[in-house]
């Protein structure tokens, strides 16, 4: 069982940065692909990027590609998620998540999620 534990959310104005953190417990990451999502009010959750633990490569949305940055800690234990140029569009509440997939965009590959950090970006 791995439990998964977001912090960094908060209100940044347009263009500002934010850095989330997923905390991990119950046993390492480092076997596990890692997965950033978000849900904004009356939409679907939706991939923001993800990061395979072999090889540590990573995948990015189209809407956040170039702005956010994906990275864990193994040694840590936790996984971030760099947003620089913030947009209003980019309010939601993000979630990580861990799994074992070939498809880092499908929530539906992931084991186990996180609760979720309010991240609010205003104009």
């Known amino acids: 069982q791995v439990q998964l534990v977001e912090s960094g959310g908060g209100l940044v104005q347009a263009g500002g940065s934010l850095r989330l953190s997923c905390a991990a417990s119950?046993?390492?990451?480092?076997?596990?692909?890692m997965g950033w999502f978000r849900q904004a009010p009356g939409k679907e959750r939706e991939f923001v990027a993800g990061?395979?633990?072999?090889?540590?490569?990573?995948y990015y949305a189209d809407s956040v590609k170039g702005r956010f940055t994906i990275s864990r800690d193994n040694a840590k234990n936790t996984v971030y998620l760099q947003m620089n140029s913030l947009k209003p569009e980019d309010t939601a509440v993000y979630y990580c998540?861990?799994?074992?997939?070939?498809?880092?965009?499908?929530?539906?590959?992931?084991?186990?999620w996180g609760q979720g950090t309010q991240v609010t970006v205003s104009s």
């Open positions: 990061i395979y633990w072999v090889g540590g490569s990573s």
């Open positions: 119950g046993r390492t990451l480092s076997s596990y692909d």
């Open positions: 998540a861990a799994g074992r997939t070939a498809r880092l965009d499908n929530p539906r590959a992931y084991d186990y």
